[in-house]
């Protein structure tokens, strides 16, 4: 089994995966509740089309400030983990101290695995975006060391704590 440079096991793929499905599922579920009631009240009027695009768009912009923060405060915290983190028992961690990476960092790491976060309300670009991050997603899987795409832009390696 891989470990990091402190002795520390690497999770496994399918941990990191259940993780992050974990916590679209908490952020994901909130959204279609918001996004029906938000945009689903303007879509029928016709001649406010318009309105409807701008209030997909409000609505894209604050979806992704909770995505960001959530993940940022979280994974840049000191335990390093999100709530689908805690529930596999896996961490992020700088790559070189073993500690934690931040909030900026985290940020960083979350946008480079999912540019949805901020493209995911785009038509085209949103679904481009999508295709990138399922290859993101998977790219842990052919790297000796279990990063990911976005574990290499953010110098982070994902442990198992428990």
């Given at each position: 089994?891989?470990?990091?440079?402190?002795?520390?096991?690497?999770?496994?793929?399918?941990?990191?995966?259940?993780?992050?499905?974990?916590?679209?599922?908490?952020?994901?579920?909130?959204?279609?509740?918001?996004?029906?009631?938000?945009?689903?009240?303007?879509?029928?009027?016709?001649?406010?089309?318009?309105?409807?695009?701008?209030?997909?768009?409000?609505?894209?912009?604050?979806?992704?400030?909770?995505?960001?923060?959530?993940?940022?405060?979280?994974?840049?915290?000191?335990?390093?983990?999100?709530?689908?983190?805690?529930?596999?028992?896996?961490?992020?961690?700088?790559?070189?101290?073993?500690?934690?990476?931040?909030?900026?960092?985290?940020?960083?790491?979350?946008?480079?695995?999912?540019?949805?976060?901020?493209?995911?309300?785009?038509?085209?670009?949103?679904?481009?975006?999508?295709?990138?991050?399922?290859?993101?997603?998977?790219?842990?899987?052919?790297?000796?060391?279990?990063?990911?795409?976005?574990?290499?832009?953010?110098?982070?390696?994902v442990i198992r704590v428990r």
């Amino acid at each position: 089994m891989p470990v990091d440079r402190f002795g520390r096991p690497l999770a496994g793929w399918w941990q990191r995966f259940l993780g992050i499905l974990i916590d679209l599922l908490i952020l994901g579920v909130p959204k279609v509740v918001v996004t029906a009631a938000v945009v689903g009240s303007t879509a029928g009027n016709g001649i406010f089309a318009v309105n409807w695009a701008v209030d997909a768009a409000i609505v894209g912009i604050v979806f992704a400030v909770i995505d960001l923060t959530y993940f940022g405060l979280l994974n840049g915290g000191e335990k390093g983990q999100t709530v689908g983190q805690m529930a596999l028992g896996i961490a992020v961690r700088d790559e070189a101290t073993g500690g934690a990476i931040g909030p900026q960092r985290a940020g960083l790491r979350i946008l480079v695995l999912y540019p949805d976060i901020l493209a995911g309300w785009v038509p085209i670009l949103g679904s481009l975006a999508g295709l990138y991050s399922i290859v993101a997603g998977l790219s842990p899987l052919w790297d000796s060391r279990r990063q990911g795409f976005h574990d290499k832009v953010a110098h982070t390696n994902v442990i198992r704590v428990r």
